[in-house]
């Protein structure tokens, strides 16, 4: 494929959030969304999204796992197939079971799954990936062409470095910056240096969201986000960044629009090439939508 040609290919992705959820809300198995979170104690479904979407100009989305089950994969893949304007699923499987390889060769029927997550921020042991049998999953998923995403807190920044240095030619993202301590404005240094040190390697993307629900939840400010924004900008550079909405978590601390102008108003002194880039070319790119 010639590169013009390829070009516009991408192009014709359109406006892609790279990040957002679904779900019918099961107080058991959603135990993540306490009672401090009612605003998202519900269902949030397709319907819901779309005309937010249409109004803020997204042309379409990638849908990520919020539950650890094979079961979630079926229901978002089940909501992809219904609109086209689902592009991609990122997915959960058991990268520690034995079976895993089995597992990934029968997701390849399903072009829509595009990669897969584990809830890595919510495991006691903080290096669970770099385990043997975690690592050896991760290692497989190359071999059927499916991406990576990261969720950590920056404590774990250090050992998915390792992870990612592991296995130079898969692809990763790191969901919602790794997720720095915005309110309380500690450890942003600390944050900064290791962000940098995981950005050297060419495979590893970060995706632009899940800012606002780090911040305070009823009082951020815009400027509470160009430090980090600042730094993803200079570590990442505007080929590896994606944007992502987070909704509807993002309902905690703002509505759609206002998680989007956030961004928005930071890149709107950069070029259209490198705004197109951050709003879909990256995504289209990273995940094959």
């Known amino acids: 494929m010639n590169e013009r040609k390829h070009h516009n290919e991408v192009l014709e992705g359109g406006r892609i959030d790279a990040h957002q959820h679904f779900w019918k809300f ?20 397709p319907a819901d999204l779309l005309p937010i979407l249409q109004d803020a100009g997204i042309d379409g989305c990638v849908v990520v796992q919020s539950d650890q089950s094979e079961d979630e994969n079926e229901f978002q893949l089940a909501n992809a197939e219904k609109h086209p304007w689902i592009k991609g699923v990122v997915g959960w499987i058991d990268l520690q079971s034995p079976d895993v390889e089995e597992r990934l060769a029968y997701y390849r029927r399903f072009p829509k799954l595009k990669g897969f997550r584990h809830v890595l921020q919510g495991e006691k042991d903080r290096a669970l990936m770099l385990k043997p049998a975690f690592k050896r999953g991760v290692g497989l998923l190359a071999k059927y062409g499916y991406t990576y995403d990261i969720l950590i807190f920056p404590d774990q920044l250090g050992y998915s470095k390792e992870l990612t240095t592991a296995f130079p030619d898969q692809l990763f993202v790191i969901d919602h910056i790794a997720k720095p301590h915005i309110k309380s404005r500690q450890l942003m240094e600390e944050w900064s240096k290791a962000i940098h040190a995981f950005a050297r390697q060419e495979n590893v993307y970060c995706k632009l969201s899940g800012m606002v629900t780090e911040a305070d939840w009823k009082g951020w400010k815009s400027e509470d986000f160009r430090f980090y924004l600042d730094t993803v900008v200079a570590a990442f550079g505007m080929k590896r960044l994606l944007y992502g909405s987070d909704w509807p978590v993002c309902l905690l601390a703002a509505s759609y629009k206002q998680v989007l102008q956030i961004v928005q108003d930071y890149f709107s002194v950069f070029t259209p090439e490198e705004q197109d880039d951050l709003f879909g070319r990256n995504a289209t790119r990273f995940y094959h939508l």
């Open 26 to 45: 099961d107080p058991i198995r959603d135990s993540w969304i306490g009672p401090d979170m009612a605003v998202i104690r519900k269902d949030f479904l």
